[in-house]
């Protein structure tokens, strides 16, 4: 009987097993059908509308149109990388391309350099932000996109190019440019804050990245003795090479250490990413800055420092990007940037904030649910949670720019006065120092005086939404007096912006007018007398007790 029951038993696994291979073939088979059947649809309508539309058809434009809204419905970072796009990506890898070193932006119908590069070709012609671009080797640029103009601004390194400018209302001027390597360097600045405290901002994580923030911190060490504890900097920072996030860690942490995991569809993918080589330095006191800027790469970053109790995050809650994206060549040189694997932090907790195979109605994607947020311990044993960004062992709260002070920008009346006030001042005091006086803040209300910079406040927007209620239920006449009243008294207050904003419009305009005199590296030095996050930072290095207790369950 026992034989008997075995026997049953084994025939009974065989014949699931069976059932299951079946099972799975008959899935495979079904999804390569649809495949193939969805693909002869595809092909036989493009063919169609190619051949019978109306109109000429661009089968190029077409279908990259397709591609593009067909990859839209998965996520925001799998992308189509035609041909023509191929440069642009490199660059976002590598960070280098061949051209002069400025930044453009189209106004008037022309190009105007809004930011030059230090040390490149454009910094030696001693061109300026506020230079309008009229020509390319001959090439007039009126209504021509920043696109086209960056590609006719660069090129391979040592081949020339000629520029016609025009400097405010001065006459055209030719001038003779050699393209050389630009590099934008991941590492902008690193400096000290004070006799103890150093700082080194991170913008990018491109190529290098890992050796470029080792080789500040190197720098650091050997140069100023009194070095005891170093913020980095990730505010803004979008992220990139999933290696490069390793490797910054690595100058933090010792080798051999977990930094991030990988998981997706294909588990002969799925990968554990640990530090290669021996810190720059393990024990020094670390603070990392993040914002709703910091995304991906970043969030490796912030997350492991924050899961091994390296150090400590301050700022703001991060993006929430935990996906990981890899590259794949189709044809015709173009690839195809696809998302194939989430990614986890050392405590086993996944960063995403949206969850993209689940849409809402409108088609959005919808934030995960608190009641769907798992708990998770750090290595002392601190609860931390997924499905959200890294949240900061230190909440600042964010500095949020007025209305006044964005439509100032948005018009370019900072820049331009900055531009103004470069061409009557040749020097300034240093970036760490200077301050506009009361009697340049007199100037630029008076340089405002002429200037049109309307806005809508969220109040105006909302008495606005009332009054069209009002008048579609036949109330407005009843009200309008008062409608009038409330009306008038919240323009009379946005005539006030201007002193009521005072202070942020100043730091505004301080920013822009110190980066003509030092470029990039001086802006991020100026930055720093108002800075809360990294006051807030030197505070908590000082207060030991607290930095400490900030790091226990």
Same mark, same amino acid.
């Given at each position: 009987?026992?034989?008997?029951?075995?026997?049953?038993?084994?025939?009974?696994?065989?014949?699931?097993?069976?059932?299951?291979?079946?099972?799975?073939?008959?899935?495979?088979?079904?999804?390569?059908?649809?495949?193939?059947?969805?693909?002869?649809?595809?092909?036989?309508?493009?063919?169609?509308?190619?051949?019978?539309?109306?109109?000429?058809?661009?089968?190029?434009?077409?279908?990259? $149109?397709?591609?593009?809204?067909?990859? &839209?419905?998965?996520?925001?970072?799998?992308?189509?990388?035609?041909?023509? /796009?191929i440069e642009d990506y490199r660059f976002q890898v590598t960070g280098q391309y061949g051209g002069l070193g400025m930044q453009i932006s189209i106004r008037d119908n022309y190009p105007m350099i809004t930011e030059i590069y230090e040390g490149y070709p454009?910094?030696?012609?001693?061109?300026?932000?506020?230079?309008?671009?009229?020509?390319?080797?001959?090439?007039?640029?009126?209504?021509?996109?920043?696109?086209?103009?960056?590609?006719?601004?660069?090129?391979?390194?040592?081949?020339?190019?000629?520029?016609?400018?025009?400097?405010?209302?001065?006459?055209?001027?030719?001038? /003779?440019? %050699?393209? &050389?390597?630009?590099?934008?360097?991941?590492?902008? #600045?690193?400096?000290?804050?004070?006799?103890?405290?150093?700082?080194?901002?991170?913008? +990018?994580?491109?190529?290098?990245? =890992?050796?470029?923030?080792?080789?500040?911190?190197?720098?650091?060490?050997?140069?100023?003795?009194?070095?005891?504890?170093?913020?980095? +900097?990730?505010? =803004?920072?979008?992220?990139?090479?999933?290696?490069?996030?390793?490797?910054?860690?690595? $100058?933090?942490?010792?080798?051999?250490?977990?930094?991030?995991?990988?998981?997706?569809?294909?588990?002969?993918?799925?990968?554990?990413?640990?530090?290669?080589?021996?810190?720059?330095?393990?024990?020094?006191?670390?603070? $990392?800055? *993040?914002?709703?800027?910091?995304?991906?790469?970043?969030?490796?970053?912030?997350?492991?420092?924050?899961?091994?109790?390296?150090?400590?995050?301050?700022?703001?809650?991060?993006?929430?990007?935990?996906?990981?994206?890899? *590259?794949?060549?189709?044809?015709?040189?173009?690839?195809?940037? $696809?998302?194939?694997?989430?990614?986890? *932090?050392?405590?086993?907790?996944?960063?995403?904030?949206?969850?993209?195979?689940?849409?809402?109605?409108?088609?959005?994607?919808? !934030?995960?649910?608190?009641?769907?947020?798992?708990?998770?311990?750090?290595?002392?044993?601190?609860?931390?949670?997924?499905?959200?960004?890294?949240?900061?062992?230190?909440?600042?709260? !964010?500095?949020?720019?007025?209305?006044? *002070?964005?439509?100032?920008?948005?018009?370019?009346?900072?820049?331009?006065?900055?531009?103004?006030?470069?061409?009557?001042?040749?020097?300034?005091?240093?970036?760490?120092?200077?301050?506009?006086?009361?009697?340049?803040?007199?100037? @630029?209300?008076?340089?405002?005086?002429?200037?049109? #910079?309307?806005?809508?406040?969220?109040? /105006?927007?909302?008495?606005?939404?009332?009054?069209?209620?009002?008048?579609?239920?036949?109330?407005?006449?009843?009200?309008?007096?008062?409608?009038?009243?409330?009306?008038?008294?919240?323009?009379?207050?946005?005539?006030?912006?201007?002193?009521?904003?005072?202070?942020?419009?100043?730091?505004?305009? &301080?920013? !822009?007018?110190?980066?003509?005199?030092?470029?990039?590296?001086?802006?991020?030095?100026?930055? @720093?007398?108002?800075?809360?996050?990294?006051?807030?930072?030197?505070?908590?290095?000082?207060?030991?007790? %607290? @930095?400490?207790?900030?790091?226990?369950?």
């Amino acid at each position: 009987m026992n034989l008997q029951n075995k026997l049953k038993k084994k025939w009974l696994i065989i014949v699931s097993i069976t059932v299951i291979g079946f099972s799975s073939l008959a899935f495979v088979a079904d999804t390569y059908f649809e495949i193939s059947k969805n693909i002869d649809i595809f092909i036989t309508l493009y063919r169609d509308v190619n051949t019978y539309y109306v109109d000429d058809t661009d089968p190029g434009k077409l279908m990259k $149109v397709a591609i593009d809204n067909m990859l &839209e419905s998965l996520d925001p970072y799998t992308n189509y990388i035609s041909e023509s /796009e191929i440069e642009d990506y490199r660059f976002q890898v590598t960070g280098q391309y061949g051209g002069l070193g400025m930044q453009i932006s189209i106004r008037d119908n022309y190009p105007m350099i809004t930011e030059i590069y230090e040390g490149y070709p454009c910094y030696k012609a001693k061109l300026l932000p506020g230079d309008y671009i009229l020509k390319i080797d001959g090439q007039d640029l009126k209504n021509k996109n920043t696109s086209d103009v960056s590609k006719l601004l660069k090129g391979q390194p040592k081949t020339k190019v000629k520029l016609t400018y025009r400097r405010g209302n001065d006459a055209e001027k030719e001038i /003779e440019l %050699e393209r &050389e390597e630009i590099l934008i360097k991941n590492v902008p #600045y690193s400096g000290m804050l004070d006799e103890s405290t150093g700082y080194i901002a991170l913008k +990018d994580f491109r190529n290098d990245a =890992g050796k470029d923030v080792a080789l500040a911190l190197k720098e650091l060490k050997e140069k100023y003795t009194g070095l005891k504890h170093v913020i980095l +900097d990730l505010r =803004g920072n979008p992220g990139g090479l999933l290696i490069e996030a390793v490797n910054v860690v690595n $100058v933090f942490t010792p080798r051999n250490q977990l930094v991030v995991s990988t998981k997706g569809k294909i588990k002969e993918w799925e990968k554990e990413y640990k530090t290669n080589n021996n810190p720059i330095d393990d024990n020094i006191p670390l603070i $990392v800055l *993040t914002n709703r800027g910091s995304a991906s790469a970043s969030e490796i970053v912030g997350g492991t420092i924050q899961d091994l109790d390296r150090g400590l995050t301050l700022g703001q809650r991060s993006f929430g990007k935990g996906l990981v994206q890899s *590259t794949r060549p189709v044809s015709y040189g173009t690839q195809l940037k $696809v998302t194939t694997a989430k990614y986890y *932090t050392p405590s086993g907790r996944c960063i995403q904030a949206l969850n993209y195979s689940h849409r809402n109605e409108d088609g959005s994607a919808g !934030e995960i649910p608190d009641s769907l947020k798992k708990m998770f311990k750090t290595k002392n044993g601190r609860i931390v949670f997924d499905g959200g960004g890294i949240a900061p062992d230190l909440k600042i709260e !964010e500095t949020k720019i007025s209305n006044i *002070t964005m439509a100032l920008k948005a018009k370019m009346y900072l820049f331009d006065f900055a531009t103004n006030y470069h061409k009557k001042n040749s020097t300034i005091a240093d970036a760490k120092t200077f301050k506009l006086t009361e009697k340049d803040w007199s100037d @630029f209300k008076l340089y405002l005086k002429d200037k049109k #910079y309307d806005y809508q406040t969220q109040s /105006e927007k909302a008495l606005e939404d009332l009054k069209k209620k009002a008048e579609n239920e036949k109330y407005f006449d009843k009200i309008k007096s008062n409608y009038l009243l409330l009306k008038n008294s919240l323009e009379a207050e946005k005539e006030a912006d201007i002193e009521t904003f005072k202070q942020e419009i100043i730091e505004e305009l &301080e920013l !822009e007018i110190v980066k003509r005199y030092f470029y990039e590296k001086g802006t991020i030095q100026h930055s @720093f007398i108002y800075d809360k996050e990294v006051k807030a930072a030197i505070s908590l290095f000082k207060n030991e007790k %607290e @930095f400490n207790k900030l790091l226990k369950p």
